[in-house]
């Protein structure tokens, strides 16, 4: 009998046949009028025993309401009945009717309204206290009630992603992509990759396929993933492994640097930007784009030759003689025709081809593989030289002049003159400290453009720049200091800008008209720059007017609670266009930033654009309101649920939900459209205010729902909702998501970024910078005329001892300096905050000194102390503050 009963229960729940399911909704009080729609079903009949009904209609003096279905689809798939609970005067919201069931029933503290099924005769109030009493947590409670979340804790959780390492000078596109043979790839050697950009070099001797070189050190792949790897110093990108095969030890040294000239910032000249962007993936050109690439393809001067420095000293460590064993770099598998010169150590397609140049002892070596038997302390010196694409024989003959060490040192030094326009940061944590610088170098890296003064092309690992990606990169930019550099590269979109405003260079991508303009209102907020700003300004307005213009072709009559009055198209690679809340969030924000000046200005067209600008934002919240009834709830961790919304106007529900026929697979997850894109980004643009009700119910089902680790799948850095955690000052959680995700996606030894969880896209430098920019929002972050100190920090970062400093970081309020010193076994905590530009004060300052142990001061000097949030307030700020907290 139980095996018939459960024969039938799977043939009704997959056979895809209709069936029906009455349900009863009881309100915490009396909702008033309202109706009930229904998708993919019928309605049969409402009753209730206090107030009136007519058809679909309602008007309940009481707090509950009999709703019969007919032709109800609630088979699992698409097109399942959907019904919507539209009020007048309480919160409207829908579900999916095969949701409703007694054991978890559908409870909405926030709207005070449950769905039950027709007979259960419990209360709003009575099933409130069944869902509460089960004592059942959402994934922030329990991250909450936890540790707060180190590097080391979360690199014991998920995934390791050892990344290939880029070589290169910066502004030049010509760079080398090195990979070792490591437990989390596939080589069965050493891998040299030359770069143009984004794009493998092609020579005519690779049969135009992709050039790659191999060589090895060591006996070859074993059992053991023996391999150490770093940069110099932790952070220039300079590049050290360290083999042990038994008692044979390998330490490399690679860099990249010129031929014949010196590499110093003045002999720098770069590689134009239209040049580079021709060899960027996802790069689209206009026509007159097009005639201006051939033009600088014909006046471009190349400069001296981009060699690649590879030196190894290979030493016996043990106590009796042991071979080691080289390998010199060979051109691709095998099958492409080159020859190796066993006079001069010279690998070329042809004598005036000559690729590498490898050498042992200085010597040529006499032959392409060696086998060598090294005395117990012997040393021997494998070197070679790399160059980017084939030279000629006379050049070639040059390489081995050039001494190694004073290549090395030159380019230590010019990696290092760059670091000192940046401000200095030392933190508690090395790891968090070297990361910042070495992400620095790393923007610039691929950073292309012509030095000193040309516009440059902030790329984003492979890909040109792109409106959203490169936002990051300009504003750390800024915050470390660099405006120059972020103004020059703020100059790429407007130089690429559209005769008819629209800013839109990379794959059809909608979205980057926005987004340059909120960077231009950043960029203004950080420096003031007004001059330039009024140089710019025609084209700014053109922007501006293209935007208003957009939204004018969508104040449609069918719109209307459907997006009316919203800009469509796509923001990311799926070919979703709509109108979609992230889409509009950013061009809000961009239209907001721009009206900021123009109102700092005196400018007349402040006033037109601030009246559409608010228009704007109503016209978004009314679609989300809308957008929020009618797309079904979700159950959250703690038993109860939460109203959703899709990333489009058009979309029933969440992508994810699968809620109608269709393909939601994309980059590796079914959360792409929602979780990285969606609705949470109109908390971010400033739509909603962080503190909104709804932008707290968004952030909470996006940790339940589209979350692992409190990190976003497949591009974990596209996801805002960390930005919010910081805002917020949800401090455990903002760390869990902060350390997951970073030990996740970096390299933990280059520091190096993926772009995707699944290995796609190396030295991705929007996701690099997104870290950074929220290490930076970790130590400060500018609230309105208030500024944040350490308003997310870890705890143990306050340890006895512990130090952090900052000087010359870059804000909203000019340059700051702020130096933390723990003396904690004294009982003492000092913190000094001085704010160097005395125009642009903060009103207040607000810093959070997180006691280790949990501890509350007992005395503060400098400030008023709030116990419950560990900060000390500084009212009135005069641009200095000395703070002291006894414990």
């Known amino acids: ?38 998708r993919n079903g019928n309605l049969l009949r409402l009753k209730t025993s206090e107030g009136r009904i007519d058809l679909n209609n309602f008007n309940l003096k009481g707090n509950s309401l009999q709703v019969f279905m007919a032709d109800s689809h609630n088979d699992i798939g698409p097109n399942a009945t959907v019904v919507t609970v ?54 922030v409670d329990i991250i909450n009630r936890g540790e707060e979340m180190s590097f080391e804790a979360a690199a014991s959780l998920v995934r390791k992603m050892d990344v290939p390492i880029w070589l290169g000078i910066g502004r030049d596109m010509r760079i080398f992509e090195l990979e070792d043979e490591l437990e989390t790839n596939n080589l069965e050697c050493k891998m040299i990759r030359p770069r143009l950009s984004g794009t493998p070099v092609r020579i005519a001797e690779s049969n135009n396929q992709d ?91 190349v400069q001296d030759d981009i060699i690649l420095y590879s030196r190894t000293w290979i030493e016996n460590s043990g106590n009796v003689p042991r071979y080691a064993w080289v390998k010199a770099p060979q051109v691709g ?154 103004k020059r590269a703020l100059m790429y979109f407007f130089d690429t800008q559209q005769d008819n405003g629209l800013i839109a260079n990379y794959s059809g991508y909608m979205v980057e008209t926005g987004a340059v303009l909120w960077n231009v209102g950043e960029y203004f907020r950080y420096t003031n720059d007004t001059e330039w700003i009024l140089k710019l300004m025609p084209k700014i307005l053109k922007s501006c007017d ?72 109503k016209d978004i919240k009314e679609a989300l309101t809308t957008s929020l009834e009618l797309s079904p709830v979700v159950p959250l961790g703690n038993g109860m649920w939460s109203p959703t919304a ?70 974990p850095y596209y996801s805002v909702h960390n930005w919010c955690q910081a805002k917020l000052g949800m401090v455990k959680p903002f760390l869990n998501t902060y350390y997951t995700t970073v030990a996740a996606t970096a390299d933990r030894q280059t520091y190096s970024f993926w772009e995707h969880l699944y290995k796609m896209t190396p030295h991705k430098t929007h996701e690099e910078a997104n870290f950074l920019m929220d290490t930076r929002r970790m130590l400060y972050m500018e609230n309105g005329d208030t500024l944040d100190v350490f308003k997310v920090i870890p705890r143990k970062w306050i340890q006895n001892g512990k130090e952090i400093c900052m000087k010359n970081v870059n804000s909203y309020f000019g340059k700051l300096d702020i130096e933390m010193k723990s003396m904690l076994n004294d009982g003492i905590v000092n913190v000094d905050i001085e704010c160097l530009d005395s125009k642009r004060l903060p009103s207040t300052v607000k810093v959070r000194i997180p006691h280790p142990e949990y501890q509350k001061a007992i005395k503060v000097e400098g400030g008023i102390y709030d116990p419950e949030n560990e900060t000390v307030i500084v009212n009135n700020f005069q641009g200095k503050a000395l703070i002291r907290l006894y414990f």
């Open 1 to 38: 009998m139980k095996i018939l009963i459960a024969v039938i229960v799977f043939i009704s729940f997959f056979s895809g046949k209709a069936f029906s399911q009455d349900f009863v909704i009881r309100w915490k009080d009396a909702p008033g009028k309202g109706c009930i729609k229904v």
């Open 333 to 486: 598998n095998g099958n492409w025709k080159y020859f190796y010169d066993v006079k001069t150590g010279a690998s070329a397609f042809s004598e005036n081809r000559i690729f590498c140049i490898s050498k042992i002892n200085n010597q040529p070596m006499p032959n392409e593989e060696m086998a060598m038997l090294l005395l117990p302390g012997q040393k021997v010196c494998f070197e070679f030289r790399l160059s980017h694409t084939p030279i000629s024989k006379e050049k070639a003959s040059q390489l081995f002049s050039y001494s190694f060490d004073n290549k090395y040192d030159e380019c230590k030094a010019f990696w290092h003159s760059k670091l000192e326009k940046a401000a200095k940061i030392r933190l508690p944590e090395p790891r968090i400290q070297n990361m910042i610088s070495a992400g620095l170098l790393h923007l610039d890296l691929i950073t292309y453009g012509k030095e000193p003064d040309g516009t440059l092309a902030a790329n984003v690992g492979i890909y040109s720049p792109i409106g959203t990606e490169s936002s990051s990169i300009i504003q750390f930019y800024l915050s470390m200091g660099w405006v120059d550099e972020a």
């Open 646 to 715: 899709p990333p489009w106007t058009e979309a029933g529900s969440p992508r994810a939900l699968c809620q109608t026929v269709g393909s939601f697979w994309s980059h590796g997850t079914f959360t792409i459209a929602d979780g990285l894109l969606g609705p949470l980004y109109l908390v971010f643009c400033e739509v909603l205010d962080i503190s909104d009700d709804v932008s707290k119910m968004l952030l909470d089902y996006h940790r339940e729902l589209f979350y692992q680790g409190n990190s976003a799948f497949s591009q």
């Open 546 to 617: 293209y935007l208003m213009k957009w939204r004018d072709e969508n104040k449609r009559k069918d719109l209307v609670g459907k997006g009316y009055g919203m800009i469509d198209g796509k923001v990311a690679d799926p070919e979703d266009n709509f109108h979609q809340f992230m889409l509009n969030g950013y061009s809000y924000m961009g239209l907001k930033r721009i009206v900021e000046i123009l109102d700092l200005l005196n400018k007349p067209e402040a006033d037109k654009y601030n009246e559409e600008l608010l228009q704007w934002r």
């Open 211 to 301: 050039l790659f070189y191999r060589y090895a050190l060591g006996r070859g792949v074993g059992v053991r993933n023996n391999v150490k790897r770093s940069l110099d110093e932790g952070i220039l990108p300079i590049y050290h492994t360290i083999m042990q095969d038994d008692d044979i030890l390998y330490k490399t040294t690679s860099f990249v640097s010129y031929g014949s000239t010196d590499l110093t910032l003045e002999n720098l000249k770069g590689t134009d930007f239209y040049i580079s962007d021709k060899y960027s993936p996802g790069r689209v050109f206009t026509e007159e784009q097009k005639e201006k690439l051939k033009e600088k393809e014909k006046s471009e001067d």
């Open 86 to 139: 539209e009020l007048e005067k309480q919160k409207s919201f829908s579900f999916f009717l095969r949701d409703v069931q007694g054991e978890y029933p559908i409870c909405i503290p926030n709207y005070g309204v449950a769905v039950l099924p027709i007979d259960d005769e419990r209360d709003y109030s009575r099933v409130l206290h069944d869902v509460l009493i089960k004592k059942a947590f959402n994934k």
